[in-house]
């Protein structure tokens, strides 16, 4: 190792190439272009600034994500990164993500590791033109509306949109129902059902409405939490074909 660091200083003092380069052309990464060939450039992809059409199906998943366990951070020069923080215990979730935030931008996606979650992350000047919703302070704190372009995207991909919020602050969970017999005894019922929790009411709101188009029954209430905690509304489905219909497009985690 310091035989070719000692070899980079060297061709620097004698020739002005900088060690950074040597290394780069040593492994082989070094971006070079044929001679008469054209520069290799990317062009726009996003579509709020350029024609680029965007993958509708994987963007709608990506909102409700967003919605949920996703936020937008400054870099510099103008550079933001998208992250979506997703539980370990569930993998597979984090193997979705990476390919649905892929699939809206043709960028390197790439993960953070951190205590009981995994951050799936990705860095472009244009997150910000394609989630509006992003701004400062906690999304529970400000109005979240949907802008035009975006409730006709989530209209026509209303399941990968309910997917994507489900996966972020939702669950499929077994419900436990005690009842006394009359002979004294109890029996306990079990039910399958879907739950979402947000403390926002305008993102409880998103969800409802989906459901809505989705002909999906639902009862919400609001758990009070206060003061040390905030309130949080809490979506239930647990009709028995409401549920079915549910786990034709979401499903247990994994």
Not at 81 to 92: E, F, K, R
Not at 144 to 152: C, G, S, T
Request: glycine share 8%; proline share 6%; net charge positive.
């Amino acid at each position: 190792m310091y035989s070719r660091e000692i070899v980079d200083e060297t061709t620097y003092l004698q020739h002005g190439v900088p060690i950074h380069t040597s290394g780069h052309r040593r492994y082989g990464n070094h971006r070079v272009h044929e001679i008469g060939a054209e520069p290799v450039t990317r062009g726009p992809y996003c579509p709020r600034c350029s024609e680029k059409n965007l993958d509708e199906e994987a963007y709608a998943y990506l909102l409700g994500l967003y919605l949920g366990d996703g936020y937008i951070g400054a870099i510099s020069k103008g550079v933001s990164y998208l992250s979506i923080a997703c539980c370990d215990t569930w993998p597979g979730l984090i193997e979705e993500c990476e390919k649905a935030m892929a699939r809206v931008f043709p960028k390197s996606v790439f993960k953070v590791h951190r205590e009981g979650c995994t951050e799936v992350k990705a860095t472009s000047k244009h997150w910000p033109c394609v989630f509006p919703q992003h701004g400062p302070g906690r999304k529970h704190e400000r109005r979240i509306v949907l802008e035009p372009w975006q409730r006709r995207i989530v209209d026509e991909h209303t399941e990968p949109f309910v997917r994507g919020l489900i996966h972020s602050d939702g669950s499929r969970l077994t419900n436990r129902v005690r009842k006394k017999l009359p002979d004294g005894g109890v029996r306990v019922y079990e039910y399958p059902r879907y739950q979402f929790v947000n403390v926002s009411s305008d993102i409880a709101g998103l969800f409802t409405h989906a459901l809505d188009r989705l002909d999906i029954a639902w009862r919400a209430h609001i758990s009070r939490r206060e003061p040390r905690h905030r309130n949080a509304h809490i979506v239930s489905i647990s009709r028995k074909d409401a549920v079915a219909r549910m786990d034709g497009f979401v499903g247990p985690k994994y």
